[in-house]
């Protein structure tokens, strides 16, 4: 910069076009330095103690998501895969210290596939956890991988370690801090509206009928979280059959601020009554490089109206150059497998901003 300042003898006289120069990058040195001013001021505010932070952990294709309310009360959803020397219970570990806690409250099991409770004995092997909630039984036992884990699962159950919450639809989780509802347990979704919703949702009106699953997916535990203004959906893998009965003819979730897209983007879930219905701002999907992020999915909920911005734990192979969002807004790129996740803080008044721990960049919405 200073350099501009200083004139050689020959050049004493300095033209418009330079002086334009001159005040160009002078400017852009003050919006510059403004802007790392703004980002250091946000960077700040993800250590707010009123905020809700939501930790996407990296468990490649599976779900880990970690909430941590700002009274530092804790539910995990998900454990992620077995095996792996422990990989997706020390990469939860890692998200919780980073919060500044040590102990997990309450464990929610969306169902009993390996991608999701398999983690389950690794993670009690290393943090203290104080309630697992499920749907009841394994649904499934004619799946190996299923019939596996579920015994590993009813083995931890069976120390008497933890106490346990049966999940039933309409049922209030009693974590502290936000507000958290069952919405959907073992095949069976919420009989009425939540409060202020039911609205007819237009998007059910040439709606397919799907068959019904006959999977642990359908069984998936369904949770709506409330944080202040601000609305977060999560359902496991919950499958369109039973989308539909949550959302037509009447929306019984209302809209949705953040939509943890169901499945990891894979084609039996996020039919358009469900994403059309619920209008998210913002989508974070927790596909892997090879599982998940199915193309027809990814542009549904890329032509949800309203939506400002898709996230994705991963690069999907299968969405190539044409279905994968841009760069900054991916937390692990091809051929890189280093465990990368995505952070949400969440204000009462409904601000919130995402945090991707590879650009170490932040993106804020404002509260609407
Ligand atoms: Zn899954």
Redesign the pocket.
Known sequence: MSAFFFFSPKQRIVSPKRWVAIFASTLFCIVASLSSLFSSVSAASSSDKGALQVYFVDVE???ATLFVTPEKQTLLI?TGWPGYDGRDADRIVAAAKNAGVNKIDYVLI??F?E??VGGAPQLAARIPIGTFIDHGENRESTDKPTVQVWKAYQQLMSTGKYKHILAKPGDPLPIRGMKATIVSADGVVLSDPLPGTGEENSSCKNAEQYPTDQTE?RRSVGTLITFGKLRILDL??LTKDEEMQLMCPKNKLGKIDIYIVS??G?NQSSSPALVYGITPRVAIMDNGAK??GTPSVWDIIEKSPGLENLWQLHFSEEGGAAHNVASEFIANLEGTDTGNYLQLTAQPDGRFEVFNSRTQKTQSYPAK
Do not use: E, F, L, R
Request: glycine share 24%; net charge negative.
């Open positions: 294709g599976g779900q998900d969306t169902h596939h991608d999701h997916n496991g893998d499945h990891h894979w599982k998940g």
